[in-house]
């Protein structure tokens, strides 16, 4: 059998800027991201990579945690905060983050003056698993089809049989 090789894609800075798109969390109000999906615009299927901006006063998601997959940041220029379980870690220009699973809660907060833009990216799996604790909630993917779950203290997880960890 053959192998079709694939050519390189080159995603041009005025292609990513007339792509960009705002994406707001549904469950923090205070969540406001303004970016550009690199990785799938590129045709990489299993690694997700973004180019994210995030306002003075904002945060990038909801407080969460991933069971499966592997997530990172790189700070190309300003300031922010890094929630991480218990702690706050100060991030800046030339940091890079990384979020091994299973992951503690984390949050990225913009709480400097000027907006903070990275470089974000992870793991495309077929299957995680993703806590919001302060929400409440359990989100489990696969796929593309996604359902949330209410995160009570001694609740299983919601299949039967399946050890996710």
């Known amino acids: 059998m053959a192998l079709t090789r694939k050519h390189a894609c080159i995603i041009r800075a005025a292609e990513s800027t007339a792509s960009k798109a705002t994406f707001r969390h549904p469950w923090n ?20 990579v973004n180019l994210i901006r995030v306002p003075p006063g904002k945060e990038s998601f909801a407080y969460h945690a991933h069971l499966h997959e592997e997530e990172w940041i790189y700070v190309i220029s300003g300031r922010a905060v890094i929630e991480s379980g218990n702690t ?6 030339g940091d890079f983050i990384a979020f091994p699973t299973p992951s503690e809660p984390h949050l990225l907060r ?27 909630k359990r989100m489990v993917r696969i796929g593309e089809r996604a359902t949330v779950y209410k995160l009570a203290e ?6 039967p049989g399946v050890d996710p960890f």
């Open 110 to 136: 913009n709480n400097s003056a000027e907006e903070i833009v990275y470089l974000t990216g992870g793991e495309r799996s077929h299957f995680d698993v993703a806590d919001f604790p302060r929400d409440g």
């Open 88 to 93: 706050m870690h100060e991030i800046a220009a």
């Open 154 to 159: 001694g609740q299983t997880f919601p299949f």
């Open 29 to 48: 109000p205070n969540s406001e991201m303004h970016g550009t999906i690199l990785g799938r615009a590129a045709g990489l299927f299993r690694t997700g």
